[in-house]
């Protein structure tokens, strides 16, 4: 099934695999994400790639963690004050 059109703003891509958790931080300037592909990712949700003009805007990912895989495949996020 495809997203709707008229909520979509924008996308981001970097996993392989389907992404189980996501969390802001508590500023709502980064997204962190995790995945069945055993990466976490922290992106930048309004990235330098968004376009003016009512296009559609992409993050950027600002790092991927991976060096947790001898501990299994991470399934959930969060951002600890």
Avoid: Y
Avoid at 18 to 39: I, Q
């Amino acid at each position: 099934m495809s997203p709707d059109p008229r909520v979509l703003r924008g996308g981001l891509d970097g996993h392989s695999d389907a992404v189980w958790g996501l969390a802001f931080d508590v500023t709502g300037r980064h997204l962190a994400s995790c995945s069945a592909d055993g990466t976490v990712r922290l992106w930048d949700p309004r990235g330098d790639s968004a376009t003016s003009g009512g296009g559609t805007a992409t993050g950027t990912c600002l790092s991927v963690l991976d060096g947790h895989k001898d501990h299994g495949v991470p399934t959930s996020v969060a951002f600890v004050p």
